[in-house]
């Protein structure tokens, strides 16, 4: 059932890492990173999940998608992911190797039902779907539910854009978690609710992927590990006063996340609410504060554009050059570095971590480790140096 005040409670993504720190105000210390090629490490983390009854197939496209996001430098959203998708497998909150079920599918639209299979498995086919009906319908409004955890909004849509499509999805965690406060109250009311935009271009696509909150649950987990406080304005304990001490958000009564904007807050509280409601309303999840005894899983909203369709593909890659490259020239204030698009830091990470390994710690790590032994999976080796 859905929770926002019982102790203890640490919401996904956030969740599957608070078992490494006992105390909640006093993380754990672990060594200085180390660098490991991406291959060695989805070969380490393909195997993990194929020593739990995983297909290969299956087991390979998670292993992708999850240091796809190391790559990117979404570390929270990479493979720390996998001991909570494992402890998930075995309590049935997951469930491997079953298909996409199609519940209604019409020119322009498709609802369909994950039944509870992995987020990165059953989202790949699904946007993969609705971009093929784009190819003839213009514009397609798709919706998932029972979709286990997607992980990285920016992966799905530049799928899509990468094939030429615009793209728009956002997702809510079916109404059993909330972290996040309206403007000017004390209770949790909202999950982060990110949302995804995917735009082709000549080159690389612009990936726009935020949370409507000031930062996802993830990234205060690994900040509570670290034992490093936060940036000011990000969250605020039970009483409501501004703090940057992430323990507060598994304390009795807990703190809260705000919603992205400042003194205009009620920005990304209104996006966050809006988009509750139609990832959830049009999937036939649930929003908070859910139901007794409600399953923890996302549901998906997707709209796919074919600009072909519309006004021409190259009037659409025209109007998107024109705008970046005028962006791109525009003039930088003093001590201002480079002018960024969305997107653009997640490309240059991805390829300077090709070639230097990612960086790993063992927080990251020996989770993984202890399972390894336990199944006969070899663990990663370290690249020299």
């Given amino acids: 059932m859905a929770n926002r005040g019982i102790p203890g409670h640490d919401p996904s993504p956030s969740r599957c890492l608070s078992w490494l720190s006992p105390n909640l105000h006093r993380p754990t210390c672990f060594a200085p990173s180390m660098n490991y090629d991406a ?3 989805r070969r380490f983390v393909s195997q993990l999940f194929q020593a739990h009854a995983v297909g290969r197939e299956e087991a390979e496209r998670i292993a992708e998608s999850l240091v796809e996001s190391n790559l990117h430098g979404h ?4 493979i720390t992911l996998a001991r909570w998708y494992l402890s998930q497998l075995e309590t049935g909150e997951l469930v491997a190797g079953v298909p996409l079920e199609i519940r209604r599918d019409l020119p322009g639209a498709l609802w369909a039902d994950a039944q509870l299979g992995f987020g990165q498995v059953q989202c790949h086919r699904f946007v993969e779907l609705c971009c093929r009906k784009a190819e ?16 990285r909004l920016g992966e799905w849509v530049e799928q899509a854009a990468r094939r030429g499509f615009a793209a728009l999805m956002a997702v809510n965690d079916n109404g059993a978690v909330y972290t996040v406060a309206p403007p000017g109250g004390l209770d949790r009311c909202l999950s982060t609710n990110p949302i995804g935009v995917g735009i082709p271009t000549r ?16 990234k205060l987990k690994l900040a509570r590990l670290a034992g490093r406080p936060v940036a000011p304005g990000l969250i605020q304990d039970a009483e409501g006063h501004p703090t940057t001490d992430p323990g507060v958000m598994l304390a009795d009564p807990p703190g809260a996340l705000r919603s992205f904007g400042g003194d205009q807050a009620y920005k990304g509280f209104g996006l966050g609410l809006v988009f509750d ?6 999937s036939g999840g649930h929003c908070p504060p859910g139901v007794a005894g409600g399953v923890e899983y996302n549901n998906v909203l997707l709209v796919v554009w074919n600009p072909e369709l519309f006004a021409g593909t190259e009037h659409w890659l025209q109007q998107a050059e024109g705008l970046t490259g005028f962006i791109r020239s525009s003039r930088r204030q003093p001590g201002a570095g480079p002018m960024r698009l969305p997107g653009d830091r997640g490309h240059a ?11 790993l710690d063992d927080a990251m790590l020996n989770p993984l480790r202890e399972i390894a032994a336990r199944v006969g999976v070899a663990p990663p080796a370290a690249l020299p140096g």
């Fill in 277 to 282: 409601i139609l990832a959830a309303g049009l």
């Fill in 349 to 359: 990470l991805k390829r300077q971590r090709q070639v230097e390994g990612l960086p």
């Fill in 136 to 151: 003839t319908a213009g514009a397609v409004c798709g919706s998932l539910d029972r979709c286990g955890h997607v992980g």
């Fill in 203 to 218: 080159d690389q696509p612009i990936v726009l992927d935020m949370s409507t909150s000031t930062v996802a649950n993830g």
């Fill in 39 to 41: 291959h060695e490490i």
């Fill in 75 to 78: 570390d929270s959203h990479g």
